[in-house]
Nanobody, 124 residues
Framework: QVQLVESGGGLVQAGGSLRLSCAAS????????MGWFRQAPGEDREFVAAISATGDYTYYADSVKGRFTISRDNGKNTVYLQMDTLKPEDTAVYYCAAKRGYGAYIHVSEYYFWGQGTQVTISS
């Protein structure tokens, strides 16, 4: 069982930056692939970024490639999402998710554990 708690959301102007954190419970964090997803009002939850258990592999949605960076610190049981050059269309609730495994996974249905989400709002 893994419990996930996101933090770092907020309101920023377009062009600004935010860093999201996701703290995980448990002693086997390094066995879990992690992902970030987001959901805007009235929209389906969509993939943003994923990182393998060791951090060797990362994947990004085309919409955030070059602007967002996913990373993890297995010693701190934490995964991060650095978001730069933010746009109004990045506004959403951002969720982190965990899946036991050593790949990097991009589908909502592949993840077993989810955080409660953190709101990110980008003003124009």
């Amino acid at each position: 069982q893994v419990q996930l708690v996101e933090s770092g959301g907020g309101l920023v102007q377009a062009g600004g930056s935010l860093r999201l954190s996701c703290a995980a419970s448990g002693r086997t964090f390094s066995s879990y692939a992690m992902g970030w997803f987001r959901q805007a009002p009235g929209e389906d939850r969509e993939f943003v970024a994923a990182i393998s258990a060791t951090g060797d592999y990362t994947y990004y949605a085309d919409s955030v490639k070059g602007r967002f960076t996913i990373s993890r610190d297995n010693g701190k049981n934490t995964v991060y999402l650095q978001m730069d050059t933010l746009k109004p269309e990045d506004t959403a609730v951002y969720y982190c998710a965990a899946k036991r495994g050593y790949g990097a996974y991009i589908h909502v249905s592949e993840y077993y554990f989810w955080g409660q989400g953190t709101q990110v709002t980008i003003s124009s």
